[in-house]
C-alpha cells in the first residue's frame, strides 16, 4: 500500500471527512503511486486516518472515499456507496416512482463519491467524471448503474477542461448498454421536458430546480410570468400549467429556446412566447417598451469559476435586479437563483436588498431555497452546497 503523509497541523479537515487533499497539505508520499491508484492517507505522527485514490496531476492530489482502516477502495466499496446513493433516491425521495422518471442519482462529493455525477433520464443515465481515479473504473461504475436503475444505456459526458485538470483523457460517448435516442422525454410533477442526452446542456437538463419550479408555479395563478434565462423553460412552463396569464422565456441559445418549444408543444401548453436575446439587453427592451411582470425569474448560469471573478460576478447580479424592478409591478414575486457556488446566500441575499435600496423598493424573502433533495449537501464538504433560490415579494 502507498502512503500519502500529512505536514504537522494539517490533518484537521480531513479527521471530519473532507475529501479533497491539496498538494499543499502533504508532506511526502511513500511507495510510488500511479495516477488513479488506492493510497493510505496517514497524519504526520504516522496515525491512519483515511483511504483514497492518488492523482497527482490534479490540483486535488488524493480523494478520499473511506474513514476505515479495513476497507480497500474495491470495486465491492464503490458498489455499495452507489447503492446508498440509489437508496436515497428511490425508498426515501421515492423519485423513481413515475413514469420516466427524472433525478440525480449520485452527486460526488455529496454522496461520498467525489468526482463522480450520475443523472437518470427515464431509460437511460449519464455520468460525468472529473476524477481521473473513478473515471479509469468507468467500466464497473456503469454495469453496477445499469444493473441497480434498470436503464437500457449509460452515457459519458465531459465537462469542458476537465481533461486538463485531472490529466485525464475522457470523450463523449457511450459507457454500456445502448445508445440514447436524440430525444428522451421525462416527466417531472406531471410534466413532460424532452432532453437530449448527448448534445444539451450540462447532462441535458436541470434536475436540480425541480422544486423550485413548483414552488414558483404556485404563486404564478392568473399572472405575467418571465422566465429569463429560461434554457428549455421549466419555470415558465411550469407557471404556464399552474395558470399563468401569460408566460415569455428569454435565453440566449436558440437550441435551448427550441427545445423549450418543443415541451410547450409535448404538454399542450400554448399562451408561451418565446425571445432568443440576451437577458440584460431583453430586460433594457422591456422597460423601454414600458411593459410589465407579476413574477419575474433570474435563472442566469454560473457567472464565476474562482475568486478572481467574483467581483464581476456580483456586479452581474446586480445589474440583473436592478432591471428586474424596473418591470416588476408593484406588488410583484421576484426569484433568484444563483448556481455560483462562490456567492454564499448571505452575500446573494445582501446583493438583492442592496438593489432594492437603491430601486427604492420593500423586499420580503418569502422562501430561501436550495436544490431538490436529489443533490444533498455533505456536511463535511460545504463546497456541495451551490444552488440558492430566494422568492421574494417587491412592493
Ligand atoms: N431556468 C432553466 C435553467 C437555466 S440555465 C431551467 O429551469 O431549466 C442558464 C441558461 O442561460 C442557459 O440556457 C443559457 O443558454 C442561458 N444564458 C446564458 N447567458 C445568457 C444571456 N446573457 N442571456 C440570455 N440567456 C443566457
Same mark, same amino acid.
Given at each position: 500500500m502507498h502512503t500519502v503523509i500529512l505536514k504537522p497541523k494539517h490533518a484537521l479537515p480531513f479527521y471530519a471527512r473532507h475529501p479533497w487533499v491539496f498538494n499543499?497539505?502533504? &508532506?511526502r508520499v511513500e511507495g510510488s503511486p500511479a495516477p488513479g491508484d488506492e493510497v493510505e492517507l496517514v497524519a504526520s505522527t504516522g496515525q491512519f486516518i483515511a483511504r483514497g485514490l492518488y492523482n497527482a496531476?490534479?490540483?486535488?492530489?488524493v480523494r478520499l472515499y473511506s474513514?476505515?482502516?479495513?476497507?480497500?477502495? &474495491?470495486a465491492a466499496f464503490f458498489r455499495k456507496k452507489l447503492e446508498a446513493a440509489v437508496r436515497l433516491r428511490h425508498d426515501w425521495l421515492k423519485l423513481n416512482a413515475g413514469p420516466n422518471p427524472a433525478y440525480r442519482v449520485a452527486f460526488s462529493e455529496a454522496d461520498g463519491l467525489s468526482g463522480l455525477t450520475v443523472d437518470r433520464y427515464g431509460d437511460y443515465a449519464t455520468v460525468q467524471f472529473t476524477a481521473l481515479g473513478l473515471a479509469s473504473r468507468r467500466a464497473a461504475f456503469g454495469e453496477v448503474l445499469r444493473e441497480l436503475l434498470g436503464v437500457k444505456g449509460v452515457y459519458v459526458r465531459t465537462e469542458k477542461g476537465i481533461g486538463q485538470l485531472e490529466g485525464l483523457e475522457l470523450h463523449d460517448g457511450l459507457l454500456c448498454g445502448e445508445m440514447p435516442p436524440a430525444e428522451v422525454v421525462i416527466e417531472e410533477n406531471g410534466l413532460r421536458f424532452a432532453v437530449?442526452?448527448?448534445?444539451?446542456?450540462k447532462t441535458g437538463y436541470?434536475?436540480?430546480q425541480r422544486d423550485n419550479r413548483a414552488a414558483v408555479a404556485k404563486l404564478a395563478g392568473g399572472r405575467r410570468v418571465l422566465d429569463a434565462f429560461s434554457y428549455s423553460g421549466g419555470f415558465g412552463l411550469y407557471a404556464r400549467r399552474a395558470g399563468a396569464a401569460e408566460v415569455e422565456c428569454v435565453d440566449a441559445s436558440e437550441p435551448a429556446l427550441n427545445l423549450a418549444r418543443r415541451n410547450a408543444e409535448l404538454n399542450g401548453l400554448d399562451g408561451v412566447t418565446f425571445a432568443r436575446n440576451d437577458v440584460f439587453g431583453h430586460l433594457d427592451q422591456c422597460v423601454s417598451a414600458g411593459r410589465k411582470f407579476d413574477v419575474i425569474v433570474l435563472d442566469p448560469p454560473k457567472f464565476a469559476r474562482n475568486r478572481a471573478a467574483l467581483p464581476a460576478a456580483v456586479q452581474g447580479y446586480r445589474k440583473l435586479h436592478q432591471q428586474a424592478f424596473k418591470l416588476l409591478e408593484r406588488d410583484g414575486v421576484l426569484v433568484t437563483c444563483c448556481c455560483t457556488g462562490l456567492i454564499t446566500p448571505v452575500m446573494l441575499e445582501e446583493i438583492v436588498a442592496a438593489a432594492a435600496a437603491e430601486a427604492r423598493r420593500d423586499l420580503q424573502i418569502l422562501e430561501r431555497r436550495g436544490p431538490a433533495a436529489d443533490h444533498p449537501v455533505a456536511a463535511s464538504c460545504r463546497e456541495s452546497a451551490y444552488l440558492k433560490c430566494l422568492i421574494s415579494r417587491v412592493e
Open positions: 499543499g497539505a502533504i &508532506d496531476a490534479s490540483k486535488i492530489n474513514w476505515d482502516a479495513d476497507q480497500p477502495l &474495491d437530449n442526452l448527448t448534445e444539451g446542456q436541470y434536475l436540480d
